[in-house]
């Protein structure tokens, strides 16, 4: 069963940087094609995709916000952290982490599968 | 501004079947089979209903359905039940754009 977790500070001040946390089980960054990837959700607005990162360290990023963005993992901890730099009170949303299973089309090439998400966690952007 | 464009709301009564459109252009969902599905009930996270147009995950009921035609890929519920209200996003990756979600779609079951 897979499961993921997100961890974090709810409120964050603006220009500050936030470091979220992702634990997950039930998967492992040992298999080939497993990744894991960061989504987020202003309050009543519509999703928004971040960045992912794959068992081989390979990164995707969202071209709009990739000079913020920065996903690591720690395969030993089944974790996966995303920081991003120079908050704005625009940034507020929940943030879901999920995971991604590469697939392959020979139209598009590799492309991550979104297929399980954690619950989301709520973070402020607020002086 | 979502690149995929979805109607805001639609509706339906139970039994009844709805469609919920997904327009992009054809250099994106006219040409990526990428194309994914997510179901939000109200205050949960999304789960993946279809993925790559029309294929459904394990446990994902067959009134779910998706399709594709041109620029516009779909997806239809059939026999609509209460539970079936929810959010409703699609999903679409492309080398150039990575990952890409319309702006959500509201369905109310009447």
């Known amino acids: 069963q897979i499961t993921l977790r997100e961890s974090g500070p709810t409120l964050v001040k603006p220009t500050q940087t936030l470091t979220l946390t992702c634990t997950f089980s039930?998967?492992?960054?040992?298999?080939?094609?497993?990744?894991v990837g960061w989504i987020r959700q202003p309050p009543g607005k519509a999703l928004e995709w971040l960045a992912l990162?794959?068992?081989?360290?390979?990164?995707i990023y969202s071209p709009s916000l990739k000079n913020r963005l920065t996903i690591t993992k720690d395969t030993s901890k089944n974790q996966v952290v995303l920081t991003m730099t120079n908050l704005d009170p625009v940034d507020t949303a929940t943030y879901y982490c999920?995971?991604?299973?590469?697939?392959?089309?020979?139209?598009?090439?590799?492309?991550?599968?979104?297929?399980?998400w954690g619950r989301g966690t709520l973070v402020t952007v607020s002086s | 501004q979502s690149a995929l464009t979805q109607p805001p709301a639609v509706s339906g009564s139970p039994g009844q079947s709805v469609t919920i459109s997904c327009t992009g252009t054809?250099?994106?969902?006219?040409?990526?089979?990428?194309v994914s599905w997510y179901q939000q009930p109200p205050g949960t996270a999304p789960k993946l209903i279809i993925y790559?147009?029309?294929n459904r995950p394990s446990g994902v009921p067959d009134r779910f359905s998706g399709s594709k035609s041109g620029n516009t890929a779909s997806l239809t519920i059939s026999g609509l039940q209460a539970e079936d209200e929810a959010d409703y996003y699609c999903?679409?990756?492309?080398?150039?754009?990575?990952?890409?979600f319309g702006g959500g779609t509201k369905l109310t079951v009447l």
């Open positions: 999903s679409l990756y492309t080398p150039t754009s990575t990952l890409v």
């Open positions: 999920a995971h991604g299973q590469r697939h392959y089309h020979f139209l598009t090439g590799y492309w991550p599968l979104i297929d399980y």
């Open positions: 054809s250099s994106d969902v006219g040409v990526h089979n990428s």
């Open positions: 990162i794959y068992w081989n360290d390979d990164k």
């Open positions: 039930g998967f492992s960054f040992r298999r080939s094609g497993v990744g």
């Open positions: 790559e147009v029309s």
